[in-house]
């Protein structure tokens, strides 16, 4: 898989801890500068920045800027396709489930 192909997968993209915060904390709010965002880590404004920009790679951050900061705001629709993936493994695990409580019931 090649390098260009993972920075734009939103699986690469959600894998990472500080990058599933940075979605969670950008859902709370419409939008939102990296002043903002930066304390909420314990790294630096830099490296917080460099996952904002894989996380827009992936399309599911979009910025713009006001003055000389820079808002960040969630594109979560790229989201629904980790969903959709999902759902096949919910339903796997919830005909498990069923199958389990019929043998106990026995």
Same mark, same amino acid.
């Given at each position: 898989?090649?390098?260009a192909y993972q920075e734009r997968d939103?699986?690469?993209?959600?894998?990472?801890?500080?990058r599933r915060k940075l979605i969670r904390l950008l859902a709370d709010s419409e939008e939102v500068p990296l002043y903002e965002l930066t304390p909420h880590f314990q790294i630096?404004?830099?490296a917080v920045s460099?996952?904002? !920009? &894989? #996380?827009?790679?992936?399309?599911?951050v979009t910025n713009r800027k006001v003055g000389r900061e820079t808002?960040?705001?969630?594109n979560a629709a790229p989201l629904q396709e980790v969903k959709d993936w999902l759902a096949f493994y919910e339903?796997?695990?919830?005909e498990? !489930? &069923? #199958?389990?409580k019929n043998i106990l019931e026995e």
């Open positions: 898989m090649s390098t939103v699986y690469v993209a959600i894998a990472d801890p500080t630096g404004r830099t460099k996952h904002l !920009a &894989i #996380l827009k790679k992936a399309d599911l808002r960040y705001r969630l339903k796997f695990w919830n498990r !489930a &069923i #199958l389990l």
